[in-house]
């Protein structure tokens, strides 16, 4: 099945500082999805975008559905301890008869680790 | 509490044997999904159901089989035909039918085979 292009594929920061992820395709998608995974759980939904150009924040991440339909970003402003996670974007794309039919596609994921 | 659940969280099987992990949510959601994950690999789609009683394959059914018999409900069995069994199996639903189709996942079942 097709693949999300996710970059960084890890990140080691120190405790304050902010961080960026992306998430690229080459088709287009409808939704973009963001989750954080923690350690032998399963990954929990942090942010969900619908729209091209649109902009979510949810404390202190953001998130952006890019213009052209083919990319996501990720910000974290000043990250704690507990952001370490592994960092997955999902996208949905339309069926050729332009409804949604949920299947997602993944990205490889964002090892993020931050020393305090 | 609403939520996934899936039982048990580590299951250790002998090769050769088939393996039945379970998932059940009270999410009210018409669609079910079961994925794979690897170390340092994204999630990847092995069956999914958008109704009671129907199912798809996705990108890596070989090897396993489901059932939706009840809309709470979408068991995987792991069967012997399924060449590297061990991995982390995450179950996932969501409303169907509409363009807002977030997925929620449960907290996952390790299975390795000895």
């Known amino acids: 099945g097709q693949q999300l292009n996710q970059s960084p594929q890890s990140m080691f920061i120190q405790e304050g500082e902010d961080v960026s992820m992306n998430c690229t395709s080459s088709?287009?998608?409808?939704?973009w999805l963001w989750y954080k995974q923690d350690p032998g759980e399963g990954p929990v939904l942090l942010i969900a975008?619908?729209?091209?150009?649109e902009l979510t924040s949810n404390g202190r991440l953001t998130a952006q559905f890019g213009i052209t339909r083919k990319d996501s970003f990720l910000n974290i402003s000043a990250s704690i301890p507990s952001d370490v996670g592994i960092y997955f974007c999902?996208?949905?794309?339309?069926?050729?008869?332009?409804?949604?039919?949920?299947?997602?596609?993944f990205g490889q994921g964002t090892i993020l680790t931050v020393h305090p | 509490d609403g939520g996934i659940t899936q039982s048990p969280k580590y299951l250790f099987r002998k090769e050769g044997q088939n393996v039945t992990l379970s998932c059940e949510q009270n999410?009210?959601?018409?669609?079910m999904y079961w994925y794979r994950q690897d170390p340092g690999q994204g999630l990847r789609l092995i069956y999914y159901s958008q109704i009671v009683n129907d199912f798809q394959k996705g990108d890596i059914a070989e090897g396993y089989s489901v059932s939706r018999e009840k809309k709470e409900s979408f068991p995987l069995t792991v069967t012997s035909a399924q060449k590297n069994p061990t991995a982390f199996y995450l179950c996932?639903?969501?409303?169907?039918?509409?363009?807002?189709?977030?997925?929620?996942f449960g907290p996952g079942t390790r299975l390795t085979v000895l």
């Open positions: 975008l619908y729209k091209a150009g």
């Open positions: 999902a996208g949905q794309r339309e069926s050729a008869g332009g409804t949604s039919y949920g299947k997602l596609t």
């Open positions: 088709s287009i998608f409808n939704t």
């Open positions: 996932a639903s969501s409303f169907s039918g509409s363009p807002y189709n977030e997925q929620f």
């Open positions: 999410l009210n959601h018409d669609a």
